[in-house]
């Protein structure tokens, strides 16, 4: 996923669908989670120091990180 500013296909609707997180394996839902976590630190770098144009994508990225969480979650649920 491309979350820069350079990318003119972020609209305030993109978000992963979840089941498209459901399809991951549980290591790439682990690895995607700390890519996320990773950009939504440099967004945020980037929205203090004023380059970033679009601060919605932020909360996309915050939504796509609790996806996966919940997602998680339901899978140690399950596994008791």
Known sequence: ?????????????FFMKI????????????????????KVFELRCQ??????QNRHVIHNIRRDI????TVIREEELKSR
């Open 1 to 13: 996923f491309c979350y820069t500013t350079a990318c003119t296909w972020l609209t305030k609707d």
């Open 19 to 38: 089941t498209e997180i459901r399809d991951f394996r549980s290591d790439e839902r682990l690895e995607k989670l700390q890519d996320l976590q990773r």
């Open 47 to 52: 929205a203090v120091t004023e380059n970033l």
């Open 66 to 69: 609790a996806r996966i969480k």
